[in-house]
């Protein structure tokens, strides 16, 4: 079996080379041929560049074909993908090329200069190329090498520990963590929801989530490529533009969000999503209500499934059988998944405890964080950190978390980020941000601040929003006199979370 993710991928190109497997709406169509003959060609431009197996290539690009091209060819030379939110800041940048060392670095024009300023400063090594949608350096040079006939046949092997990709992930000290994902892990999730979802080239996927997250590379861009499905890609979620393309396509994968959307408008019913096989929900809870909203409207279950930046996926309701609203399903094929309590036991059928799950999906550990790694895992058994309880019959239901971790529109957010901006500002002596339920996002974020006096709230929103990502900024603010905390003078955010949960909610 071919351990190189791409070389599953390739064989569909070749099974289906005449067959359009990706396409953008008003823009470019490819088929599996030219996706193959169009991947070669990008290897080639990385390998130019310096690019060797095991080399990381970061990527903060607008998602479009030549972004999906990036990818696939960073795997078929056996490089190591990561993929950074296209909203985060020059200084969140700063710290993954500084931590992840890559050898290229694709960013739009606007933040190239920043980008190479790096160089000399944290990674001589890095070489800056600039893509702005289907336009730039990288473009320029691809469609050169492609006029020339220049391209890489060979996909390079690589083992099932290999790495494939870092994805970054918020971490307990508020510095994010880079989670390495083999190409073994992605394989075998690809295999599990092939089997759980019934997936196959029969189907064509509504493509509307970020490229730059594992659900919408990993779950649902893999999953598609891996069994020859055409994709339609969606620049992003337009509700207009996904009713326009739901007709031509059998499978959609959301955040909540999306769902919540699509019910606010008057478009969407019974015959829009007619031709529809299945909508599958993830990265935030989904709320019962929208789930029963959803089959009113349209006759549609959703399918709710339970994943995380470090494991893809590990549990999904069933294809056939109960999609129990308000559960993310039993554990997929191949997984294994236990509740345990603090004495280091499993818990009984009913009662909450720590979810902790183990199988060839599971990520290896945090890129030169071998203590953090240690500490995550009990042998074989990874500690999600999710509060969970296990029914007789097997469904897990996610009822909370024991850290902080804040999940907004599906983007995983960590108070300290935030905080630690907020608390920089020279009136603020101290800042606590949490996050509490809000009926579009999933989750709203809420920041609560004592200061030396009345603080402007437009001049530390603006610290905000030049700091940090825009999904990071909070969305209320409150001056106490001071935070509660218990007799250990730790901050009870739990109080917090519970005086202000219907801030976004109350009508």
């Known amino acids: 079996m071919p351990h190189n993710l791409f070389s599953l991928i390739q064989l569909q190109f070749l099974n289906q080379s005449d067959r359009i497997l990706l396409s953008v709406p008003g823009g470019r169509s490819l088929t599996g041929s030219e996706l193959d003959a169009e991947t070669a060609c990008m290897a080639a431009v990385l390998i130019d560049a310096g690019v060797e197996p095991g080399d990381r290539v970061s990527a903060q690009v607008e998602k479009g074909w030549m972004n999906v091209l990036l990818y696939l060819a960073v795997l078929r030379i056996g490089g190591v993908y990561l993929p950074l939110n296209s909203a985060y800041t020059e200084s969140e940048v700063e710290y993954f090329l500084t931590d992840a060392e890559p050898r290229v670095h694709v960013c739009p024009q606007v933040r190239r200069e920043h980008a190479e300023s790096l160089v000399q400063s944290a990674n001589e090594q890095l070489k800056v190329m600039t893509l702005d949608g289907d336009l730039g350096f990288l473009r320029d040079v691809f469609d050169d090498f492609k006029l020339s006939g220049r391209a890489v046949e060979e996909v390079v092997s690589r083992e099932a520990a290999d790495l494939a990709s870092i994805i970054y992930t918020s971490g307990t000290t508020g510095k994010p963590k880079g989670a390495m994902i ?32 594992v659900h919408g590379l990993f779950v649902g861009l893999n999953l598609a490529l891996v069994n020859g499905g055409p994709i339609i890609l969606l620049p992003k979620f337009d509700p207009t533009l996904v009713l326009e393309v739901m007709p031509d396509t059998t499978v959609m994968m959301g955040v909540p969000t999306y769902y919540t959307r699509l019910l606010s408008d008057d478009r969407f ?13 993830g990265s935030a809870p989904l709320l019962v209500e929208t789930s029963d909203s959803f089959f009113e409207r349209t006759g549609h279950r959703i399918l709710e499934r339970y994943g995380m930046t470090e494991t893809g996926m590990s549990c999904s309701n069933p294809l056939v059988g109960e999609r129990r609203a308000g559960s993310v399903g039993p554990h997929l094929p191949g997984v294994s998944v236990r509740v345990m309590g603090d004495d280091g036991y499993s818990v009984a059928g009913g009662e909450i405890g720590s979810l902790e799950v183990k199988g060839p999906h599971v990520f290896s550990g945090y890129w030169k964080l071998p203590e953090k790694t240690a500490s995550e895992f009990k042998g074989e058994w990874f500690i999600t950190g999710d509060l969970a309880i296990l029914s007789e019959d097997g469904y897990i239901s996610i009822v909370g978390r024991d850290k902080d971790l804040i999940i907004s529109g599906g983007l995983n957010i960590y108070p300290k980020e935030i905080e630690d901006v907020l608390n920089d500002q020279p009136d603020v002596l101290e800042s606590a941000v949490v996050g509490v339920s809000h009926p579009d996002f999933g989750e709203g974020i809420v920041a609560i601040l004592v200061g030396k006096k009345a603080l402007d709230i437009v001049v530390l929103e603006a610290a905000c929003r030049e700091k940090l990502a825009g999904f990071k900024v909070p969305r209320r603010w409150l001056q106490h006199d001071a935070l509660p905390r218990n007799t250990m003078g730790k901050v009870q955010k739990n109080l917090l979370r519970d005086n202000y949960k219907d801030s976004f909610t109350a009508k």
Not at 199 to 211: E, F, G, I, R, W
């Open 182 to 213: 083999s190409h073994g892990n992605l394989i075998a999730n690809a295999e599990m929801l092939t089997e759980a979802w019934a997936y196959s080239k029969a189907d064509t996927l509504l493509h509307a989530l970020p490229l730059f997250h």
């Open 269 to 281: 019913n019974r015959v829009t999503s007619s031709q529809m096989r299945l909508y599958i929900s």
